[in-house]
């Protein structure tokens, strides 16, 4: 066995590890660990806490180190050679935030290899929970924020996205403003990322610039903390963030704990951790501009690199910085398989019914459509819950299944455009992306070849890719994206799924009707039943 490196990847239901070996160019182990099943006593339900009101939705952070520990603890138990790792990065879900005390900087480097780290890290936090990705409370402030920067436009400009409700910045002045106690007593703001790459090295890590542009606080283009942008949010914050981690970034050894703990050799280097997507880019090979991928996890993502910023004028859509140093562009779909799944348990399906059921419907659904926004959305901008059926009976189990999965496809397709990308394939990953149904019609409603991943982990596998790249650079081997990730993250052939004439051109029609529908919904556009029923009878 040669080199191996470990990436790890903290999303919002779990914690997925994926172990490469380079030379061989073998993934060695690949596995998850489920927050809700194995850490039950945090109370949450697939990993977040909701509130009573549908738009707050926050994480333990504690869950998260605890899920560390036991993870590498099963790790340990089961034999997977620890010692052999070179290097350690990772994947954190996008824009959560979280608090730390003016005691965290000491408590993260005298970690105890003798006592489990949640115990350890219990009174780290100036604010028990972090606000996540799916929270979207905070409507005011990114008014706020947008206000004092000049507007929406100057907003993305300068940030790359316009001020959105999820974003850590916003996520921040919302704190600052509710509780400005605890903001001050706030010594350091970590990403999910930053904190988790923490916890390795046993020291406070900063952020890297792929994921600190989710934050609504960093210029893209200089890849800093922008001042204007920190002034706007809450004051002092320039005093609890980390500068931006440069690109490349130094590793440092990991913590001792590990050595300690579960046997890690003492020179494993750790590496800054980036975003979930930004990991994935290099999980799934897009290391060069030109293609597209779709990630299916708990939201869908729809993103691909870009050499030079373009910013949408819709607002709608991110610019994030590469791990190549290039930028992403990305477009987040809250409603990904949470609404799926919600759909496949209203009718008390399981995957294989569900599956079934696509294969019994006809493409295009004739005309049936569903606004699946079971929870609020972010693209396009849904505040409140809204499920919406046109021509659809709530009861009709096959015709909602098809429904759910045309509406995503179909919205996508829609608020993409703005990329001017007119992609001819597709790479598909995240949980969903093992069913070849769903990127049937992902093939058909695009008129693009879809292909899938060996590993659903894009996000981890990338995560190892970049402690591998990381480490070569560092050991003066010299690396280059390409030669990194061939091998790894290459689609399988046989999975090629092939847009089918006759039925791209019924989605071509049925987007046009479920563009409509959505500026019914929404927009209190005209009513679209005299549109869909011309559709049915064609
Ligand atoms: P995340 O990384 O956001 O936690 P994953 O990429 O691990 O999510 O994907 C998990 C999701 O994959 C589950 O929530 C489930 O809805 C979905 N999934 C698992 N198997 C299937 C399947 N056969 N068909 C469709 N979706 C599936
Ligand atoms: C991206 C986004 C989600 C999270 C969770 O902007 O909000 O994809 O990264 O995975």
């Known amino acids: 066995m040669g080199d191996l490196f470990l990436g790890l990847d903290s999303s919002t239901q779990s914690l997925s590890a994926v172990i490469i070996d380079l030379e061989t160019k073998k993934v060695v182990l690949e596995d998850s660990f489920d927050f809700a099943e194995k850490l039950p006593h945090y ?68 970690f105890d290899a003798h006592r489990p780290l949640g115990q350890q890290i219990e009174k780290i936090f100036s604010r028990r929970t972090s606000p996540i990705w799916m929270d979207s409370s905070t409507g005011k402030q990114c008014q706020e924020i947008m206000e004092a920067l000049g507007g929406p436009e100057a907003t993305a ?55 600190g542009a989710g934050t609504n606080l960093m210029d893209i283009r200089t890849r800093n903390w922008s001042q204007a942008a920190l002034d706007a949010t809450a004051p002092r914050l320039g005093a609890k963030l980390l500068p931006v981690a440069a690109s490349p970034s130094p590793g440092s050894l990991i913590s001792p704990y590990y050595q300690g703990r579960f046997g890690f050799h003492p020179e ?20 060069q501009e030109g293609r597209i991928a779709i990630s299916m ?71 049936r459509i569903l606004l699946p926004y079971f929870d609020p959305e972010i693209v396009p901008n849904v505040p409140q819950p809204l499920v919406a059926r046109y ?7 096959p015709g909602n299944v098809r429904a759910v999965v045309e509406a995503q496809m179909m919205s996508m397709h829609i608020h993409s455009r703005w990329m001017g990308v007119e992609p001819c394939s597709i790479y598909a990953t995240g949980g969903a992306a093992k069913n070849r149904e769903i990127l049937q019609v992902m093939a058909d409603v ?14 981890a596998l990338g995560a190892a890719l970049r402690a591998a790249h990381a480490y070569l650079g560092e050991e003066g081997e010299g690396a280059d994206w390409k030669g990194v990730v061939a091998g790894f993250a290459e689609p399988i052939r046989e ?16 987007i046009k009707i479920y563009q409509a529908c959505e500026e019914h919904a929404l927009r209190g556009g005209p009513d679209p039943n005299p549109l869909r029923e011309s559709f049915q009878q064609v």
């Open 495 to 510: 999975s090629r799924c092939v847009p089918r004439k006759e039925y791209v051109k019924i989605y071509r029609e049925l």
């Open 268 to 287: 494993t280097k750790t590496y800054v951790w980036s975003g979930d997507n930004p990991n994935s880019l290099i999980g799934v090979g897009l290391v």
């Open 391 to 397: 021509g659809l009976e709530t009861e009709d189990g």
């Open 157 to 211: 400009r300068l940030t790359g996205s316009i001020a959105f409700k999820r974003f850590s910045g916003p996520q921040i002045r919302k704190f600052y403003q509710e509780d400005r106690k605890a903001y001050e007593k706030t010594a350091c703001i970590q990403l999910v990322s930053s904190y988790m790459a923490s916890l390795l090295a046993g020291r406070l890590v900063p952020v890297d610039p792929g994921d």
């Open 446 to 459: 695009h008129n693009a070849e879809v292909f899938r991943f060996p590993s659903g982990n894009s996000a």
């Open 43 to 110: 109370a949450t339900s697939r990993g977040v806490l909701r509130s009573e009101d549908p738009q707050v939705v926050h994480s333990p952070p504690e869950m998260w180190a605890e899920a560390l520990d036991a993870f590498l603890g099963e790790m340990k138990q089961a034999g997977v050679p620890l010692s052999q790792i070179r290097a350690v990065s990772g994947s954190g879900q996008q824009h959560g935030t979280v608090y730390l005390n003016k005691e965290a900087q000491a408590v993260l480097a005298s």
């Open 297 to 367: 996890g708990t939201s869908d993502t729809y993103f691909g690199l870009m050499t030079k910023l373009r910013t949408d004028p819709r607002g709608e859509g991110h610019v994030f910085g590469s791990p190549t140093g290039d930028y992403m562009t990305l477009i987040c779909f809250q409603n990904g398989s949470l609404a799926r799944e919600k759909v496949k348990d209203q009718h008390h399906y399981d995957w294989n019914k569900f599956s079934q059921a696509l294969r019994d419907t006809p493409p295009g659904n004739r005309g």
